[in-house]
């Protein structure tokens, strides 16, 4: 199976300046509110990868936009790109509780992001019925056939 590209990103100097045209632009609604300023994009299509505006940093990359692949593995990915002649710009890093990611340059100088999502959180178990609600509803039903009998029992 391919390595299907599931975020993308462009950087920014200044960050909320190209929220503000690509949400005029292509009506994308942009999301900063984040202790990173982060700007997830959420372009409004449910076909096609979402994407960030971030501000750029010395850490940034050079260029102005970023694809990241969804792998299984992405230290092994690493491992690869460089053996082709890559290099390795952002080691593997772990976001808790959402996502592991790491990023590389190909051998033209292109920075590629690898991503391997935070497994979804489990799903919330329904409720067994209290043992007490189940001995009630037996109790109700042994009386109701009691009383289509008409008998009772007597000790």
Do not use: C
């Not at 200044?14 to 990173?36: I, Q």
């Not at 491992?79 to 790491?102: D, H, W």
Request: hydrophobic share 35%.
């Amino acid at each position: 199976m391919g390595a299907p590209v599931v975020h993308w990103e462009i950087h920014a100097r200044e960050a909320s300046r190209l929220h503000t045209f690509y949400a005029d632009l292509f009506g994308w609604k942009v999301d900063a509110n984040n202790p990173m300023n982060y700007g997830m994009v959420d372009t409004g299509s449910k076909s096609g990868a979402q994407g960030g505006i971030p501000q750029r940093n010395e850490q940034s990359p050079p260029q102005s936009l970023t694809i990241y692949a969804e792998v299984d593995d992405p230290a092994q990915y690493l491992i690869k790109a460089e053996s082709l002649g890559g290099r390795v710009v952002q080691p593997l890093t772990e976001v808790p509780n959402m996502v592991t990611f790491a990023m590389f340059s190909d051998p033209e100088g292109n920075v590629i992001g690898l991503v391997k999502a935070a497994p979804p959180p489990p799903k919330p178990r329904k409720k067994a019925a209290p043992k007490r609600k189940a001995a009630a509803k037996r109790a109700k039903t042994s009386a109701s056939k009691k009383k289509k009998t008409g008998r009772r029992r007597r000790r």
